[in-house]
Nanobody
Framework: QVQLVESGGGLVQAGGSLRLSCAAS????????MGWFRQAPGKEREFVAL????????YYADSVKGRFTVSRDNAKNTASLQMNSLKPEDTAVYYC?????????????????WGQGTQVTVSS
């Protein structure tokens, strides 16, 4: 079992920045791909970014590429999402998730463990 707790959401003006953190406890953190997803009202949960287990290779959705940076600290069992140049369309609840099977999956179905989510609101 893995427990995930996000923090760092909030309200920011367009063009601003936020940093989300995800603290993991339970099983060995390095063995999980760590993904970030978001869900806006009335929309499906969508992939944002991920960092792979062991190597820490990163992948991004096209909509956030160049603006968001995902990272992980295996010694501290944490993953982070630095979000710059935020836009109103980035407004959503953001979730971190852990996938023990690897494979760099973009689908939420591949992730077994989820945090509670943190609200990010970007005003225009």
């Amino acid at each position: 079992q893995v427990q995930l707790v996000e923090s760092g959401g909030g309200l920011v003006q367009a063009g601003g920045s936020l940093r989300l953190s995800c603290a993991a406890s339970g099983r060995t953190f390095i063995n999980f791909d760590m993904g970030w997803f978001r869900q806006a009202p009335g929309k499906e949960r969508e992939f944002v970014a991920l960092t792979t287990r062991r190597s820490g290779t990163t992948y991004y959705a096209d909509s956030v590429k160049g603006r968001f940076t995902v990272s992980r600290d295996n010694a501290k069992n944490t993953a982070s999402l630095q979000m710059n140049s935020l836009k109103p369309e980035d407004t959503a609840v953001y979730y971190c998730a852990a996938n023990p099977s690897g494979g760099s999956a973009y689908s939420p179905r591949a992730y077994d463990y989820w945090g509670q989510g943190t609200q990010v609101t970007v005003s225009s």
